[in-house]
């Protein structure tokens, strides 16, 4: 069964940093692509970022290229979402998605929230 | 960047209906379109990819059609573990995009 587990979420001040991680289980990690997808708080989804397998090709939503950094370690079936100079636009509940048999995201985790707040 | 119209936004319906969501894009997509549900408090659900094909356990009532520009969700008869809030998505190019959700409620 394939399981996402995200966390890493919580309250931080406008301009912190936090590193959200994600573990995989069930499936082959390293073989498939990972991706970021947030949702604010009453509001829709929106992808943030992506990384291939062998993490040869990352991709980033506008609104967090520069401060986000999306990274996998394949030896420890995880994912990881290094965010810095956070924005109080920043928050929302974060989901780890994998592509296993769609090209796009199949199965998600539970999902972490993040809080930017003074 | 590519955007995309869902529409309705809200959808009141009964049990036993026939209901469509319908997503419009901005350009051609080719069938890179999926359908998500999702239930308050809980992460997304894929139900569909590649515009028509059905997700591993989604049951059959639910089908997509479309490729191009113009997609469409369809349930056939409506259950009570239904009501919920659908999103399609395009992943023909990054930024993946969302569709702005529609919110199928209890007539």
């Known amino acids: 069964e394939v399981q996402l587990v995200e966390s890493g979420g919580g309250l931080v001040k406008p301009g912190g940093s936090l590193r959200l991680s994600c573990a995989a289980s069930?499936?082959?990690?390293?073989?498939?692509?990972m991706n970021w997808v947030r949702q604010a708080p009453g509001k829709g989804l929106e992808w943030v970022s992506s990384?291939?397998?062998?993490?040869?090709?990352?991709y980033y939503a506008d609104s967090v290229k520069g401060r986000f950094t999306i990274s996998r370690d394949n030896a420890k079936n995880s994912l990881y979402l290094q965010m810095n100079s956070l924005r109080a636009e920043d928050t929302a509940v974060y989901y780890c998605?994998?592509?296993?048999?769609?090209?796009?995201?199949?199965?998600w985790g539970q999902g972490t929230l993040v809080t930017v707040s003074s | 960047v590519i955007w995309m119209t869902q529409s309705p936004s809200l959808l009141s319906a009964s049990t036993g209906d026939r209901v469509t969501i319908s997503c419009r894009m901005s350009?051609?997509?080719?069938?890179?379109l999926a359908w998500y549900q999702q239930k308050p408090g809980k992460a997304p659900e894929l139900l569909i990819y590649?515009?028509?094909t059905l997700q591993s356990g989604v049951p059959s009532r639910f089908s997509g059609s479309g490729s191009g520009t113009d997609f469409t969700l369809t349930i056939s008869c409506l259950q009570s573990e239904d009501f919920a809030t659908y999103y399609c998505?395009?992943?023909?190019?990054?930024?993946?995009?969302f569709g702005q959700g529609t919110k199928v409620e209890i007539k």
């Open positions: 998605a994998s592509e296993i048999a769609a090209r796009t995201g199949d199965y």
């Open positions: 069930g499936f082959t990690f390293s073989s498939y692509s």
């Open positions: 990384i291939s397998s062998s993490s040869s090709y990352i």
């Open positions: 350009q051609g997509i080719s069938s890179y």
């Open positions: 590649a515009a028509s």
């Open positions: 998505q395009q992943y023909y190019s990054f930024p993946w995009t």
